[in-house]
């Protein structure tokens, strides 16, 4: 099956990202409003921010079992529409919960983008600290991916901005990618980074279109008390197309021995795992780019280099 970047873009092309997204502030008053007026019977609900609650979007609590959840960026909400489409779809295939859209709110003269409201998922943020059996977390992930492309991609979303063309070419990212080498000569390893770059670049996709998540990421897998795998939450990137994208969490999560049974149990052929570590190399190296020369985030950068080494010498 052919990849369709988007319905402007032929696979010979390399999709443009624009601009960087002109973000919104939202605060709770603003919420208070919108939910009054557009959803009444949830006014006397309490409203209150989620910790960390995100940067695609603004996260509220409402009530005790659900969350309000607000795009910050017009790009970032392109996205409402399509998981209100398709997470109800995606839902009964998957062996873990995902959000639950119970409510979608409108575009108001206070706030320029459809927003929405979902069943709030309880968890903690998946830390390595915090994962009881890494083995047994990797293969719960893997057995959750591996449902989610076994559903039909037929009529999916396929790469785009709403996305930002996760599932498609990793050529997407080579710019951003060459200039975060140059800023960081001295700090990484960049003749090591480059090389194994270039072989993702180079490591061919069939083209059978799968739904991917799009950011298989520490934020977005719970777990219960007992820490294990509970649930996986914002499906915002999701899509059909190269399912590669969601292997990057091999390397920037999952221990040695968690890796290597995710692998087998998705049973990941070498181009695939090839392009996968190059979604690792790129959104780590995105990560050591930002944080490098700021004071506040040493500690930041200085574990996106562990995790560079990680991916350079598994």
Same mark, same amino acid.
């Given at each position: 099956?052919?990849?369709?970047?988007?319905?402007?873009?032929?696979?010979?092309?390399?999709?443009?990202?624009?601009?960087?997204?002109?973000?919104?502030?939202?605060?709770?008053?603003? !919420?208070?409003?919108?939910?009054?007026?557009?959803?009444? %019977?949830?006014?006397?609900?309490?409203?209150?921010?989620?910790?960390?609650?995100?940067?695609?979007?603004?996260?509220?609590?409402?009530?005790?079992?659900?969350? !309000?959840?607000?795009?910050?960026?017009?790009?970032?909400?392109?996205?409402?529409?399509?998981?209100?489409?398709?997470?109800?779809?995606?839902?009964?295939?998957?062996?873990?919960? &995902?959000?639950?859209?119970?409510?979608?709110?409108?575009?108001?003269?206070?706030?320029?983008?459809?927003?929405?409201?979902?069943?709030?998922?309880?968890?903690?943020?998946?830390?390595?600290?915090? &994962?009881?059996?890494?083995?047994?977390?990797?293969?719960?992930? +893997?057995?959750?991916?591996?449902?989610?492309?076994?559903?039909?991609?037929?009529?999916?979303?396929?790469?785009? &901005?709403?996305?930002?063309?996760?599932?498609?070419?990793?050529?997407?990212?080579?710019?951003?990618? %060459?200039?975060?080498?140059?800023?960081?000569?001295?700090?990484?390893?960049?003749?090591?980074?480059?090389? +194994?770059?270039?072989?993702?670049?180079?490591?061919? @996709?069939?083209?059978?279109?799968?739904?991917?998540?799009?950011?298989?990421?520490?934020?977005?897998?719970?777990?219960?008390?007992?820490?294990?795998?509970?649930?996986?939450?914002?499906?915002?990137?999701?899509?059909?197309?190269?399912?590669?994208?969601?292997?990057?969490?091999?390397?920037?999560?999952?221990?040695?021995?968690?890796?290597?049974?995710?692998?087998?149990?998705?049973?990941? +052929?070498?181009?695939?795992?090839?392009?996968?570590?190059?979604?690792?190399? @790129?959104?780590?190296?995105?990560?050591?780019?930002?944080?490098?020369?700021?004071?506040?985030?040493?500690? %930041?950068?200085?574990?996106?280099?562990? !995790?560079?080494?990680? &991916?350079?010498?598994?």
């Amino acid at each position: 099956m052919r990849l369709h970047l988007s319905e402007e873009t032929e696979l010979t092309d390399t999709p443009d990202l624009g601009p960087p997204p002109k973000r919104i502030r939202v605060e709770v008053d603003l !919420v208070r409003s919108l939910i009054a007026s557009q959803l009444p %019977q949830w006014a006397g609900l309490r409203v209150e921010p989620v910790a960390k609650g995100g940067w695609d979007n603004w996260t509220f609590h409402l009530g005790t079992d659900m969350v !309000v959840r607000l795009p910050s960026a017009s790009e970032y909400a392109q996205a409402v529409e399509k998981e209100h489409q398709w997470l109800p779809v995606l839902a009964p295939s998957l062996p873990l919960p &995902i959000p639950e859209p119970l409510a979608k709110g409108v575009p108001s003269l206070d706030y320029p983008h459809p927003w929405s409201v979902y069943r709030w998922l309880d968890g903690r943020t998946a830390t390595v600290d915090r &994962i009881a059996d890494p083995v047994g977390f990797a293969t719960e992930l +893997a057995a959750f991916l591996a449902a989610l492309q076994s559903v039909d991609p037929t009529g999916g979303p396929r790469p785009g &901005i709403h996305n930002w063309y996760r599932g498609g070419t990793l050529h997407t990212y080579d710019a951003n990618t %060459q200039h975060a080498l140059e800023e960081l000569e001295g700090q990484v390893d960049v003749v090591s980074v480059r090389r +194994a770059w270039t072989q993702a670049l180079k490591a061919e @996709w069939d083209g059978v279109d799968q739904w991917f998540h799009g950011d298989v990421a520490e934020g977005n897998l719970l777990l219960d008390d007992a820490g294990r795998l509970a649930a996986v939450i914002d499906f915002g990137t999701c899509g059909v197309g190269d399912p590669a994208c969601d292997l990057a969490v091999a390397w920037t999560l999952l221990s040695a021995e968690g890796r290597h049974a995710f692998r087998d149990r998705l049973e990941v +052929a070498e181009p695939t795992w090839t392009r996968g570590r190059g979604w690792a190399l @790129w959104k780590t190296l995105a990560t050591c780019w930002h944080t490098y020369d700021d004071v506040d985030e040493v500690a %930041q950068f200085e574990r996106a280099k562990h !995790v560079l080494e990680t &991916i350079l010498h598994a």
